[in-house]
């Protein structure tokens, strides 16, 4: 079955802090890619996109993520992070040509001032 | 509007209730989705339109959920005889209707079954 694993259930940061959030996913066939964020009182919002071409994509505010087929992953990355992307994040997957959307568990990001 | 509009954002009804969700989409959206967001688990989908017609409802746990999308725009998720286990965030999304398209989520209603 298709599926989406985020391992990192609650992280707790200091601002200036690097981050890194994984994903892993099964799925066979082409396999499209994304990260959205939820920050608090807000509705989801994509970070990033990956279908096709540059594996190290980058999206809004400083994120990025890299799509790592050998090791199906798609790991959301930012060198510094700021008190603002406080939130929850959310890794996701749709196979090419069906939309539905398979979410991970998400991932709470707390970032202490 | 400039986005997914969902009312109520907040439902309270008793077990045994029906209860409708309505969904507003971006305006020339053809596809829309409807999710599940229990507490501490990610969206789960439910079912999918493209234009008027169900396209994929693999998703609706069983034959107490319906949706209906009769002129291609608004769309109404359907519960009957509400279960306490229902009690959920219902999230609408749409996109343009290709697969390259990304999905803009609604804030969601939030419903409780006492």
């Known amino acids: 079955a298709q599926s989406v694993s985020q391992h990192n259930h609650h992280v707790i940061l200091s601002e200036a802090a690097s981050l890194e959030l994984g994903c892993n996913y099964s799925?066979?066939?082409?396999?499209?890619l994304f990260w959205y964020v939820q920050y608090p009182g807000q509705h989801l919002q994509l970070l990033l996109k990956y279908f096709s071409g540059d594996p190290l994509v980058k999206g809004i505010k400083g994120f990025e993520a890299e799509f790592i087929k050998s090791k199906f992953s798609f790991n959301l990355r930012k060198p510094s992070v700021q008190w603002s992307d406080t939130a929850e994040y959310f890794c996701a997957a749709t196979n090419f040509g069906n939309e539905k959307l398979t979410f991970g568990t998400g991932t709470r990001l707390t970032i202490i001032p | 509007g400039a986005g997914v509009s969902q009312t109520p954002s907040n439902k309270v009804t008793e077990k045994g209730k029906y209860v409708e969700l309505r969904c507003d989409p971006i305006?020339?959206?053809?596809?829309l989705y409807w999710y599940r967001q229990s507490l501490g688990q990610g969206p789960e989908f439910l079912i999918y339109?493209?234009?008027?017609?169900?396209?994929?409802d693999s998703g609706l746990p069983n034959d107490r959920f319906f949706a209906v999308r009769p002129e291609g725009s608004v769309s109404t998720l359907k519960i009957q005889r509400t279960e306490r286990g229902d009690s959920a965030v219902y999230l609408c999304?749409?996109?343009?209707?290709?697969?390259?398209?990304?999905?803009?989520f609604g804030a969601g209603t939030r419903l409780s079954v006492l």
């Open positions: 999304a749409s996109s343009p209707g290709s697969s390259t398209d990304i999905q803009y």
């Open positions: 799925y066979g066939g082409t396999v499209n």
């Open positions: 305006s020339g959206h053809t596809a």
């Open positions: 339109f493209q234009g008027t017609g169900a396209a994929d």
